[in-house]
């Protein structure tokens, strides 16, 4: 775009730009609705304006002005994706059919299958096969409406492998157009060299992976997979302070098989999110509600395992920030389609498709501590936003697998034309 440019977008039916922060309880259904819309924004991807079309065209007289029409279409902030693990080698599609055949995914874990198996391929994995990987499930997110995207690591389980995965989503973003946020995840399973002494590997973690991922700025969060059978409570605190001391945030799985204080633990510690949450207790939900930090549920998770649903209805009405994502991994949840986690959402949550979207677009730029420039349409913020193949916001969970989108716009530039809509 040329320096003097501006471009606005008008005709659209509602412009949805869930405007004024990140939501809680009722306010979840606000999406901030602008009938008759328009949005103007600078050659940077900055918006200057958002209004009524008769709004925003008034502050505007220049004879360098570049109009867009979104054909009465919705428009809504670029979709987060805020926990995937897209950045890793080899497929486990046989697990699938084990689960398929009753086998449960922690038996599978322990007999040395699961993140283990994923572990083994990634390691025997190039970096520039992890970058290509990585790029094709990217263009995928992207597809369906996902203008930002949270990667971790954690299928290399040693310092090279878990330092290979980062730098191919360094690689990436700086090579596509999806913003990405990098999360450190050594401690995502023991390593079976490791099985026997897993106290080795936490030292492993804290000394040797996270000064070298602080070195080369690889990452700006540190997780933990902490659950029974995986890292206690205690190990957890150690991996995350020791990654705060090098300027890693906690972003946590936990509460997600067995409630083991997962939740209340990182809390305390200041976590930007805890993710999973399906075994959170009632002390869990009233330590996260008296917070900012996200419960960042993934629904898909559940869909796959088969598993029960996290209570996001009673976490909502005791006053929790929640998102939602679809945990994009080889094992547990092998999606890129934001737009059926939606759905799910809908359906096994009981959410309005408002709250959904709330969750999918503010809360969770949130929960990878970037609401202040993404996931609402305000002046100010970057200008990422999805026009929908439709005039109801509804329709988009509602008419599941299949693609809503018609086009997206990244930081002002269009990105994805969805010919076939």
């Known amino acids: 775009m040329k320096l003097n440019e501006i471009h606005i977008l008008t005709n659209i039916g509602t ?64 979709l987060v994706d805020s926990h995937s693990h897209s950045v890793n080698a080899g497929s486990r599609a046989n697990e699938f059919v084990m689960r398929c055949q009753g086998m449960e995914y922690m038996d599978i874990l322990q007999a040395g299958g699961g993140i283990l198996n994923s572990a083994d391929k990634t390691r025997l994995a190039s970096a520039g096969e992890l970058v290509e990987i990585g790029r094709e499930n990217l263009r ?8 930002t995207i949270e990667i971790k690591s954690g299928y290399g389980l040693e310092t090279e492998a878990e330092l290979k995965m980062l730098r191919a989503a360094k690689t990436l973003a700086r090579t596509q157009p999806v913003r990405i946020k990098s999360t450190f995840l050594g401690a995502h399973a023991i390593p079976r060299e490791y099985k026997k002494k897993p106290d080795d590997y936490v030292a492993l973690i804290c000394n040797g992976m996270i000064p070298a991922v602080a070195d080369e700025k690889l990452a700006d969060f540190c997780d933990v997979f902490i659950e029974q059978g995986v ?24 509460d997600e098989i067995i409630p083991i204080g997962g939740t209340e633990m990182c809390v305390d510690l200041g976590a930007v999110s805890v993710d999973h949450l399906i075994a959170i207790t009632d002390k869990g939900i009233g330590k996260l ?82 609401d202040d420039t993404i996931g609402s349409l305000e002046v100010g913020k970057m200008a990422d936003f999805v026009i929908w193949d439709t005039d109801d916001l509804n329709e988009i969970p509602y008419h599941h697998s299949v693609n809503h989108v018609k086009e997206i716009i990244i930081g002002g530039e269009l990105v994805s034309n969805n010919d076939q809509n």
């Open 140 to 147: 995928k997110s992207l597809s369906f409406g996902v203008t």
């Open 15 to 78: 412009l949805h730009t869930f405007a004024g922060g990140p939501r809680r309880g009722i306010k979840l259904a606000d999406t901030s609705p602008i009938l008759n819309g328009a949005i103007a924004w600078d050659h940077s991807g900055t918006i200057l304006s958002v209004g009524t079309k008769d709004e925003v065209r008034k502050k505007f007289q220049s004879e360098n002005i570049l109009w867009h029409d979104a054909g009465g279409r919705i428009v809504t902030p670029g």
């Open 231 to 254: 890292f206690s409570v205690e190990q957890g605190k150690i991996i995350l302070e020791a990654g705060l001391k090098y300027g890693l945030k906690p972003k946590v799985h936990c």
């Open 289 to 370: 509600a008296g917070s900012e930090t996200v419960g960042c549920l993934l629904p898909g998770t559940s869909y796959f395992l088969k598993k029960p649903f996290a209570p996001c209805r009673k976490m909502i009405d005791a006053g929790c920030l929640l998102a939602l994502a679809t945990d994009n991994n080889p094992g547990s949840s092998r999606t890129e389609n934001i737009q059926w986690i939606l759905n799910v959402a809908c359906l096994y949550y009981g959410l309005k498709p408002e709250e959904a979207f709330s969750m999918a677009t503010i809360n969770a730029a949130k929960a990878i501590g970037m």
